[in-house]
Antibody, heavy 121, light 107 residues
Framework: ELQLVESGGGLVQPGGSLRLSCVGS????????MSWVRQAPGKGLEWVTN????????HYVDSVKGRFNISRDNAKNSLYLQMYSLRAEDTAVYYC??????????????WGQGTLVTVSS | EIVMTQSPATLSVSPGERATLSCRAS??????LAWYQHKPGQAPRLLFY???TRATALPARFSGSGSGTEFTLTISSLQSEDFAVYYC?????????FGQGTKVEIK
């Protein structure tokens, strides 16, 4: 069974940092682009970033450029999101998701259950 | 950035009835459009990609259509498990963008 399990969420003060992790199982992790997508409380889904199979190509939404960094460790079937300079508007459930297509820009075919990040003093 | 607009915001439907959800793009996205179903506390679920290509194990009562700027998700006969929020997403240009969602609720 394909699974994506996120961890690392929690309460952090504005300006602080946090690192999210996602472990994939049930598929060949190293063959797929991977994404992070978030949902702020009471809001819709927002794509945040994705990374190619080798970690050499990354894309970000403008609102997180320069503050967030996506990375992966294929030996550990793991995806990461390092978040710096966190703001109240970064408060959201963060989902790890697999990209379904072979190109850099595609849909997300499997998603994790999400981890909640709360930025508040 | 391509803006995706979904309508209606909320759709009240009785079980067994048909539901038609719309999604409009601010510029052409060709067929680079996906639909997702999202229930509270659960992982979002892919329904369609390529506007009309069905995801694995998706029941036949779901159908997707459209291209360019106008897209439709139709549920032919709503079942209890179909009450959820539905999102469209374009992946034609960066950044990928979602619509604001349509909540399908029990009438």
């Amino acid at each position: 069974e394909l699974q994506l399990v996120e961890s690392g969420g929690g309460l952090v003060q504005p300006g602080g940092s946090l690192r999210l992790s996602c472990v994939g199982s049930g598929f060949t992790f190293s063959n797929y682009w991977m994404s992070w997508v978030r949902q702020a409380p009471g809001k819709g889904l927002e794509w945040v970033t994705n990374i190619n199979q080798h970690g050499s190509e990354k894309h970000y939404v403008d609102s997180v450029k320069g503050r967030f960094n996506i990375s992966r460790d294929n030996a550990k079937n793991s995806l990461y999101l390092q978040m710096y300079s966190l703001r109240a508007e970064d408060t959201a459930v963060y989902y790890c998701a697999r990209d379904g297509g072979v190109y850099s820009n595609s849909w997300n075919d499997y998603w994790g259950q999400g981890t909640l990040v709360t930025v508040s003093s | 950035e391509i803006v995706m607009t979904q309508s209606p915001a909320t759709l009240s439907v009785s079980p067994g009835e048909r539901a038609t959800l719309s999604c409009r793009a601010s510029q052409s996205v060709s067929s680079n459009l996906a639909w997702y179903q999202h229930k509270p506390g659960q992982a979002p679920r892919l329904l369609f990609y390529g506007a009309s290509t069905r995801a694995t194990a998706l029941p036949a009562r779901f159908s997707g259509s459209g291209s360019g700027t106008e897209f439709t998700l139709t549920i032919s006969s709503l079942q209890s498990e179909d009450f959820a929020v539905y999102y469209c997403q374009q992946y034609h240009n960066w950044p990928r963008t979602f619509g604001q969602g349509t909540k399908v609720e029990i009438k």
